[in-house]
């Protein structure tokens, strides 16, 4: 018997996967006409677009003036293995991971590259590792926000001012919506189809004047595919760095991307960004404060991401299923949301414990959450008769 009353209202907008993320409110492929199509990218007007997508991402994102960033191919995973081939090597690297996609950098550094001076530290799903047996002697390597375990770094206290190595950080889904300590990080990536909710298949390469020293004064044993090269003769390839990109982007992704930045500037920059997700966080917060049927899989509060936010069912009936049934639950719920038009896209990721994961990064309104949680309560309600 069910007890929890249908809800009559539904989210404006349903959009909560965690990539691509919903589009930035009022958005509609009008705020796209401008893109320079079927023109070259290297044309001026072509140029300019993608001069103006760093420049306006370094003011945003309040990267220093000396660091240098780049559009690149193949989304976020491009410009993290772009970082990884290129650098890699001359030093020991130490990897912190805790969810999948820290696993799959491990597996590049170990299986592909065949690094062999590579310690690895790692935690389940809803903790984060011991930071402070980093050796700032090594290249260190670790993702700011695990977008499969809801679990973030709460900052960058741990990380050396002082450090040899290299630090390597994958923020895909924390740029533009946590603090970056940009002084402690040499190489950043994302790729614009999260937090801003732009397109997939552009990477985003953030270096730091060391790592550019590393560019310039190494050269890796292995093939360089030309997709991640970055420096002819031993010196940057200065060009890249200026929206002269390695091949060919697609300008109306770099439409989408620049409309995305401009929006970050009209809701109040990195601060006006951070504020909407935080808010975000907080209607999710709330609720599960007064449920017992919800809880964050982030086990430590100030490492709960405010992006990526992923619930464990802690309702009793589905705590007494087999692991089998756990994921058929959570995906029934998962399938009822999405058939209801309430939610879409919010299961856990294939290889995270059964549950939900919601995105809250700034494009989400936090409106539109308040409307969802009670179609969470009401969906589980409603699963609960065909499980218990
Ligand atoms: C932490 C993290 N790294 C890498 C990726 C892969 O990103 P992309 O598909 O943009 O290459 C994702 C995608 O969700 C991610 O969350």
Same mark, same amino acid.
């Given at each position: ?10 989210? %404006? ?6 990539g691509p ?12 006409? @401008? ?6 990218h ?8 993608l ?18 960033v780049a559009i690149v191919p193949a989304s976020d995973t491009g410009a993290v293995e772009m970082a990884l081939w290129s ?11 805790? $969810?999948?996609f820290?696993?799959g950098w491990?597996?590049d550094?170990?299986?592909q ?45 741990? !990380? ?8 390597i950080?994958d923020a895909t ?14 190489v950043l990536t994302y790729s614009w189809q999260k937090?801003?909710?732009g397109e997939g298949a552009h990477g985003m390469l953030v270096?730091?004047?060391? %790592?550019?020293?590393?560019? $310039?004064?190494?050269?890796? *044993?292995?093939?360089m595919p030309k997709i991640f090269r970055l420096?002819?003769?031993? &010196?940057? !390839?200065?060009?890249i760095?200026?929206?002269?990109t390695i091949n060919t982007p697609s300008?109306?992704c770099v439409?989408?991307a ?15 960004? !951070? ?9 999710? $917060? ?10 964050? +899989? ?22 007494? +299923? ?14 009822? +949301?999405?058939?209801?038009?309430? %939610?879409? @896209? ?6 995270? *414990? ?7 990064? %700034? ?22 008769? &065909?499980?218990?």
């Amino acid at each position: 018997m069910s007890i929890v009353k249908k809800p009559n209202v539904k989210p %404006a907008n349903p959009n909560f996967s965690s990539g691509p993320c919903s589009k930035r409110p009022g958005f509609s492929l009008d705020a796209l006409k @401008d893109a320079p199509l079927g023109r070259s990218h290297r044309a001026t007007i072509g140029k300019e677009k993608l001069e103006d997508t760093i420049v306006r991402t370094k003011s945003v994102l309040g990267i220093p003036e000396d660091y240098r960033v780049a559009i690149v191919p193949a989304s976020d995973t491009g410009a993290v293995e772009m970082a990884l081939w290129s650098l890699l090597g001359p030093r020991g690297v130490d990897i912190f991971q805790w $969810e999948s996609f820290g696993k799959g950098w491990v597996d590049d550094i170990k299986n592909q590259l065949k690094l062999d001076d590579v310690r690895e530290f790692k935690a389940p799903y809803g903790q984060i590792p011991d930071f402070n047996q980093a050796d700032f002697s090594r290249d260190i390597i670790f993702t700011w926000n695990g977008t499969t375990s809801g679990v973030r770094v709460p900052n960058g206290d741990w !990380i050396a001012q002082d450090r040899e190595g290299l630090t390597i950080c994958d923020a895909t889904s924390a740029v533009f919506a946590m603090d970056i300590a940009w002084g402690k990080i040499d190489v950043l990536t994302y790729s614009w189809q999260k937090v801003m909710g732009g397109e997939g298949a552009h990477g985003m390469l953030v270096l730091s004047p060391r %790592a550019v020293e590393r560019l $310039e004064s190494y050269t890796p *044993p292995w093939p360089m595919p030309k997709i991640f090269r970055l420096t002819k003769n031993g &010196k940057l !390839i200065e060009g890249i760095f200026k929206g002269a990109t390695i091949n060919t982007p697609s300008m109306l992704c770099v439409e989408d991307a620049l409309d995305g930045l401009k929006w970050a500037e009209e809701v109040g920059g990195l601060s006006g960004l !951070i504020t909407r997700s935080q808010a975000n966080l907080k209607v999710i $917060e709330d609720w599960v404060s007064q449920n017992n049927t919800f809880d964050f +899989l982030a086990e430590d509060q100030a490492t709960r991401s405010n992006t990526s936010v992923c619930l464990s069912i802690t309702a009793d009936w589905f705590q007494k +299923l087999s692991a089998e049934n756990k994921a058929k639950a959570a995906k029934r719920l998962v399938t009822i +949301l999405d058939t209801e038009n309430a %939610a879409y @896209d919010i299961g856990s990721y294939r290889d995270a *414990p059964a549950g939900l994961r919601i995105w809250c990064g %700034a494009t989400i309104e936090a409106s539109d959450l308040q409307l969802l949680t009670p179609w969470l309560d009401w969906g589980l309600d409603q699963i609960s008769s &065909k499980f218990k």
